[in-house]
């Protein structure tokens, strides 16, 4: 008889290499006779409370490869949180049910920040109901704003999508100029931390080069000063390309995409902070300006993902799993950046408690002291996580991305009422 | 002494392969020694009527080589058209003066409709003042909307860039669609043919899969049926994705994008058709939505652009050399699709009087009955154009772009006003 099942289950926005984890974890724990299989939550970890276990042994080795290179979640994530332990039990009582009946004694959890918090209380609730499951924690978050972890598996590849469209759009703009378009603003992800945004620095090719201005949540917005960088900008080079984080926000913490502004019928304007900076701009300045919203496109740019993402993201699935043939438990794994002057990683682990709700963002060293762009600190920090092109194989010009079969597991339980 | 120079310039939106048409003007009039220098003008035809023109004679050989997958306008293009000769002649009479000074005998046009026209009246004017210049127009336009051609260099690679993100996009959607965003809109170019937005449909691999609708400029909107639609799908499917063109419209010709909205200011509300929809989806059904728009990133993304497409821009240039030294003036360069079951394409030419003022609208045929989607008919048009994937060089994570010296001619002839 071969080891405990694994329950692995994906939380929270999906990224273009969240898949080349899962890939990870399946192929190692397919490697090894001390696991025995990888079932997966349908939409996360939703599906343990419904019981939707998905069986990832009736995949074939090729769709399982091929989650290396497929975008999004391939069994579904959720935007779920367990209620906490301490004042409602029963949704931990019912994952522990759903674990036993399953014989599942892993349980790795695939996330940002929340999730991590989960797999703690899990890893305790466990111990404490007599019925120990060993979990790990797995870094995935576009937003890069885990802590201990030099980077989060997702945002590499968010990166290099958010220079590439920043060089190309600044090309763009740069030839048109002269009789159009003198503005463009880029609009990013990034609610709470600036990476993102920053990332779009390394396109620059010296002063005049753009993004020329860059908009981080960590710096409070100030129209007057940005309008007037703006003209700046305009003057000197006769464009501006301003990359802007959709946390951008106003010293009140107001965010500069929720104005108070209304439409005919009372209702609050849509968000989009690039279409209200843009609104600013022809306001103060009546130059022509453009703006994209690139929202969902750029966290599922598979096709021109980082080479080193895509590696760090399967490398912390297949830790996972080493970690849990180990006997280890109440670990995230994590990234570490060695010392030298070539970038060289390794893997590593840190106590999920110490995780939990720490939220990372830029650090001020890393921004100019204009608060508009990044620093060579900065850029050093990001350079390396962009190298490389994982390109996905093609079919008839579109990149071929596997739908798996996603079986469910015959349930073995009652029906479980999801609050 | 060798043959006459050319003068070429680039015209309107720029590309991510309008250089590459560059790449084969210049590379072919290197080959031969009918043809002397090619001159460009600086910001398009204002650099002719400013005399700013670019000696490419003082490029490397491997710059000029890496103009073919470098994206935008590499010597600056512009939106102005010259006033009509029959009343002004003035703008025909500096350029023609300009040509004389530079020993110019040949004009390519490279730009879409209005550009197509002024090459014509150019070639007329010319023959009328005693000092023929063979006008030869190179077509490009990401509107695919030029007459007599197959298809127009600039869109293969925004339908492949519009498919590739609807198909990544859709991924994404349907993982998290179980908790999270039900409806997600892409918003693309076509101010007045949908074609872009059609192309989106290549991304569909079955009844169920995205895109879900699309919003052609050439189909009324109607705001009643368009939400039903959408509470339909998202019923059936549990999410929909809608890509919508610019410029989508009401029966009154009013579009989509231009609502009477105002802000607290009174000012009207800044476009964006994608954010419109979504707050209709909003208001009438109340789901949970996200936008894109792509805005210059999908003309721009030279990093996944089509090979068919960057062939074509490649070959019309150097077809525009090939008719001038046998003699020709008056086309335009088309791209013919061959018979039969296999794409072939090859180059003809066209009179560019029957070219001038025609706009060629998707065909009806090519949208399915109930004006949401693309007919078979359709997608045999537009799979081909995407075929391949012609990725440039990558140096530290970035697409290695050529910056040109672009240098200046002597000017020869007095100072001349633009107005």
Chains 1, 2 share one sequence.
Not at 182 to 204: D, N, P, Q, T, Y
Not at 222 to 230: L, P
Request: glycine content about 10%; hydrophobic content about 40%.
């Amino acid at each position: 008889m071969s080891g405990p099942n694994v329950f692995y289950a994906q939380s929270g926005g999906v990224t273009a290499v969240i898949n080349a984890s899962a890939c990870g974890v399946i192929e190692a724990a397919r490697s090894t006779s001390k696991i025995g299989k990888v079932f997966v939550g349908k939409n996360g970890i939703l599906g343990a409370l419904t019981e939707e276990l998905i069986d990832t042994s009736k995949e074939s080795k090729r769709d399982i490869a091929m989650l290396r290179h497929t975008p999004s979640g391939a069994f579904g994530s959720c935007r779920f949180k367990l209620k906490p332990p301490e004042n409602e039990p029963r949704e931990y009582e019912r994952l522990l049910a759903v674990f036993k009946a399953h014989r599942i004694g892993h349980f790795f959890y695939n996330g940002g920040g929340d999730s991590q918090d989960t797999a703690n209380k899990v890893a305790a609730f466990s111990r404490g109901a007599g019925y120990p499951v060993q979990c790990i924690g797995i870094p995935k978050t576009v937003d890069n704003d885990l802590p201990f972890t030099d980077t989060c598996p997702g945002f590499g590849s968010v990166a290099k999508y958010v220079a590439i469209a920043t060089e190309e759009a600044g090309l763009d703009v740069a030839s048109m100029a002269a009789t159009s378009t003198k503005v463009f603003v880029l609009e990013v992800m990034g609610r709470h931390a600036g990476w993102i945004a920053a990332a779009s620095a390394l396109a620059k090719q010296g002063i005049a080069s753009p993004p020329h201005l860059i908009l981080f949540p960590e710096i409070i917005f100030d129209r007057e000063r940005f309008t007037e960088e703006v003209a700046k900008v305009v003057k000197r080079y006769g464009y501006c390309v301003v990359v802007a984080s959709e946390g951008a926000q106003y010293a009140d913490g107001r965010f500069v995409a929720e104005s108070s502004r209304k439409d005919a019928f009372g209702h609050a304007q849509l968000g989009g902070v690039a279409p209200k900076l843009v609104d600013m701009i022809q306001q103060d300045l009546g130059l022509k300006c453009h703006w994209a919203v690139s929202d969902y496109l750029q966290r599922a740019a598979r096709h021109i993902a980082s080479e080193v993402d895509v590696q760090q993201a399967y490398a912390v699935g297949e830790a996972a799993v080493r970690l849990a043939v180990a006997g280890k438990s109440g670990l995230m794994v994590t990234i570490e950046r060695k010392n030298g002057n070539r970038y060289r990683w390794g893997i590593g682990s840190v106590a999920l408690s110490k995780v939990a709700n720490v939220e990372r963002k830029m650090p001020r060293r890393f921004i100019s002291r204009s608060g508009f762009g990044v620093t060579p600190a900065g850029l050093d920090y990001l350079r390396p996580l962009i190298q490389g092109e994982d390109y996905p194989p093609y079919h008839n010009g579109l990149p071929q991305y596997v739908r798996l079969k996603n079986q469910l597991v015959k349930k073995r339980l009652p029906k479980f009422r999801v609050e």
